[in-house]
Each structure stands twice: as structure tokens, then as C-alpha cells.
């Protein structure tokens, strides 16, 4: 057999590989609940947001007083 | 990780499946299951583990949300995700387990052509993701090297091997095209 033939050959019966159609819908079903995520990773990121959104008010707010210092009466 | 990036992900975790993200993930699921369930079948040799490591690697698609620069992106960090995910299942269960007939049917693949199909899941791991990669899907050695994280004269000499061994097996049966 040559290369060439074994190629072909190879190519011939992993090309006629199929999918089956329930794997492809638990697939899609599975890959939906992901996407939604759980309660806790909602719990995580809503702490993640509600600190930055902290971090920059405490820092918008300390931009305003060393504005008043240099430039107030 | 940056605030923008927390706000998107946010976004997507809260709100419920709207029609946006089901056709996101039908089409990611149309464009590469088959390919991806190919590669984890023949390296897993069991059709459970296949669909098991299929859908962890989808599961990973929608739960880390990377941003891809186009289609051959994607496809490209799939593919290594999920060779990473049979290579930890295989680490944990070293043993081969032989396709049953049914599942060998159940795939497309002809009675016929179960001998050859056999002896291309016999081969070692290594050589069947890149004999997968360049002869299945057309990735260059160099391409396949970004791929799986091998330079590109290791992935040409495994090609070269797992074609080696392949012909010997099939010589060995005595193997009629």
C-alpha cells in the first residue's frame, strides 16, 4: 500500500464520520445551561461590580476634594 | 479583569436565553460538533467519554466567553480544549477500551470499513490529533504546531509515524481497499 493509498483510505472513512442527531441536541441543551450560569457566579459578579462601582465613586469623590483644595477658596 | 469585561459577562449570565444566544450556540454547536466529536472519539476510543469531553469543551465555550478574532479563532482554541480535556480523561483511565460494533454504526462508519477504522483508533493519541488536524480538517504542520503546542518538525514526524504505523497495522490484517 503507498502512501498515497493510505491517505485516501483514511481519508475516506474518517470523512464518513457522522454526529448523531441526540448528540447534537444534549449538546445544544447542555451548552444553554451553561450559558445562564449559576447563582453563585451571579453572586460573584454582582460583588465584582458592586466594588468597582465603589472604588470609583471613592475615587471620583477624592478627585472633587483635591480639586477644592488646590483651586477653592 | 477589566470593569467593561465583568458588565458583559454579567449581562449574558443574567438575562434569560433569548433568541441571540440560542442561535449562537446552535450555530457553534452546527459549525464544529462534528469535527470536535470526531477528535474526541478517536482519541477516547469509548462513544460516552466522547460526548462527555464534547460537551465539557462546549461548556467551557459559554462559561469563559473568550473573544475571538474570527471563525478559524474559534475553531482553533476548541480543538485544543477539547485534546486538553481527552488528554486529563485519558491521564485518569488508562485503559483502551474496545468499540463495540454499535458504536462504531452509530458513527456512520460501515461495517466494512471497521477494520481500518480500528486500527486508526489503535494508534497512539499523538499521532491521531495531527493525522485528524492535516489530513480531516487541512491545517498545515505549522498551523497544527500553534494548535496543540508542539513545533512543527515534531508535528510533521508524528504524521510520518502515525502513517508508518497505520500501514503496518493494516498490512498486518492484510488490508483489502
Known amino acids: 500500500m503507498t502512501n498515497k493509498e493510505l491517505v485516501s483510505e483514511y481519508k475516506r472513512v474518517m470523512n464518513s464520520f457522522e454526529i448523531p442527531s ?3 441536541a444534549r449538546l445544544i441543551s447542555k451548552s444553554l445551561g451553561a450559558f445562564t450560569g449559576s447563582d453563585n457566579e451571579n453572586k460573584y459578579f454582582n460583588a465584582v461590580i458592586a466594588v468597582s462601582g465603589i472604588a470609583a465613586v471613592a475615587a471620583g469623590i477624592g478627585a472633587v ?3 477644592n483644595r488646590i483651586f477653592g477658596d | 479583569m477589566d470593569g467593561f469585561e465583568v458588565i458583559t459577562i454579567e449581562k449574558r449570565k443574567t438575562q434569560s436565553i433569548g433568541d441571540t444566544e440560542q442561535r449562537y450556540v446552535e450555530l457553534a454547536v452546527e459549525r464544529h460538533s462534528k469535527m470536535l466529536f470526531r ?3 478517536s482519541l477516547l476510543n469509548n462513544y460516552d467519554d466522547a460526548e462527555d469531553a464534547l460537551q465539557d469543551t ?6 469563559k466567553a473568550p473573544q475571538f478574532r474570527d471563525d478559524e479563532h474559534e475553531k482553533a482554541w476548541l480543538i485544543r480544549v477539547a485534546t486538553n480535556i481527552c488528554k486529563n480523561m ?3 483511565n488508562r485503559r483502551r477500551s474496545s468499540l463495540s460494533l454499535d458504536e462504531i454504526r452509530e458513527v456512520g462508519i460501515s461495517e466494512s470499513d471497521t477494520e481500518i477504522f480500528d486500527a486508526i483508533t489503535a494508534l497512539p493519541p499523538k499521532y491521531k490529533i495531527v493525522m485528524d ?3 480531516i480538517e ?7 504546531s500553534q494548535i496543540i503546542g508542539v513545533n512543527a518538525d515534531a508535528v510533521r514526524k508524528r504524521l510520518q509515524n502515525g502513517r508508518n504505523k497505520l500501514k503496518a497495522e493494516l498490512e498486518n490484517l492484510n488490508y483489502d481497499e
Open chain 1, 22 to 24: 441526540d448528540v447534537q
Open chain 2, 133 to 135: 488536524l492535516h489530513y
Open chain 2, 90 to 92: 485519558l491521564r485518569f
Open chain 2, 39 to 41: 477528535i474526541c472519539f
Open chain 2, 138 to 144: 487541512g491545517y498545515t504542520a505549522s498551523e497544527i
Open chain 2, 58 to 63: 462546549f461548556i467551557r465555550l459559554m462559561t
Open chain 1, 65 to 67: 476634594k483635591l480639586f
